[in-house]
């Protein structure tokens, strides 16, 4: 599964999330095309271990740079 050579059924995957107790998105975070809900895992999973301040800068720091982005039209 891991070099790629075939294709893993469903369950399979699902057995290894379980195994290596990690949600499902982390192992398909790099597979997948980027949908809100794959960003918003990203986030979430970035924000995970911060404290409330960091979480609270961060989200600042992010909402800053989007507006700073916005004029440019990057897509």
Do not use: H, Q, W
């Not at 999973?45 to 740079?65: A, R, Y």
Request: with cysteine; net charge negative; hydrophobic share 40%.
């Amino acid at each position: 599964m891991e070099s790629g050579s075939y294709n893993a059924s469903l369950e399979s995957v699902v057995a290894v999330a379980n195994a290596i107790k990690v949600n499902i998105g982390e192992l398909l975070v790099d597979s997948l095309e980027e949908t809100g809900s794959i960003k918003d895992s990203v986030v979430n999973f970035i924000l995970l271990d911060c404290t409330p301040e960091e979480e609270k800068i961060l989200t600042k720091n992010m909402k800053d740079l989007r507006e700073t982005i916005r004029p440019y039209g990057i897509k």
